[in-house]
């Protein structure tokens, strides 16, 4: 259940701060040691994490905000993916690519929830235990002689539309999807880099290629050629618009190839997009159960999946045109959070 918290700030600024701010819509809150500062505007992330030390939390408005390469182990949170049709709250979007390049020796996690980006991330230097939740991702890749250790994707989207993989492994890279829609995942090394994957909606061109030593649980398997090759391990998935022989490599037979779209309330016969719910009929629900006995796919496991950032959420913000004769400038601020 959710409830909104409003409240309004009495602020004092100086007179010549008063119209920066008034034209400002977008906000960043940088939490350090107890301590809150308010960086304003589309450049409100850059300088808030520049001013950042490991550990710190960024909280991000609603809007677009230019990205920025992060080199700290810090937590970023916006608004959420998606337009959230129930509280009018719009997305955070990261606009422009950016680099994920936190020094290996640095103490502490990257955690990223509630962003949507549509450009290329690359990950440099070894990144360990980062988390994403709930964030759209397109193109999610390396460089050089980099990796990913033990990182967690909760509840995202990973949707790359150019026929190019939406998330690559490097080699000694591994990655857990947990209810997560993934288009062309992509293992860079067939011994070293593995996914796995727990209630996931999968799309991959040709199941003979791409994917090594990776292992899928209640998921569904999008695609239209090629056998899952024999160092993967599958159960209760099911393939649609696969090739009728996908698992014949699977030895195990608790899982079901070559089951039609009209498994979805919606059908959908193609690439997963940004808007695609892939909900399973009633019928489907009850056929298609998972090893845990709930249904296959993203709404089944111990986490359905749900787009909407489980953080405090900025809505509103409001600054008043100009301050009051005494200097104080009005800021009304709304927050969706959780009970």
Known sequence: MKRLLTFALTLLFGLGATHLFAQSSMLATLSHDGEITTFYGATALKEAHNAATAGDVINLSSGSFVAVDITKPLTIRGAGMTLNEITQTEPTVIT?????????DATGRLTLEGL???????????LTNATFIKCRFKEFTFSGSTSLKNA???HCRLINTSSSSSITLNTNSSASMV?????????WSSSTSNFEFQ???VYNPDWRYNIFSSSFRNCILLGNSGTMLSSNMAYNCIGIDTAADVFKN?????????VGWDVFTTTKDGWPDDNTDYILTETAKTTYKGTDGTEVGIYGGNLPYDPTPSNPQITKFNVASKSTADGKLSVDITVNGAE
């Open 96 to 104: 422009g690519n950016f680099d994920i390049n936190i020094p290996n």
């Open 116 to 126: 949507y980006h549509n450009h290329t991330i690359i990950y440099r230097n070894t």
């Open 152 to 154: 967690t994707f909760i």
């Open 179 to 187: 209810n997560c829609i993934v288009m062309f995942p992509y293992c």
């Open 199 to 201: 209630n996931c909606i």
């Open 250 to 258: 699977i030895p195990n037979s608790t899982n079901k190839s070559a």
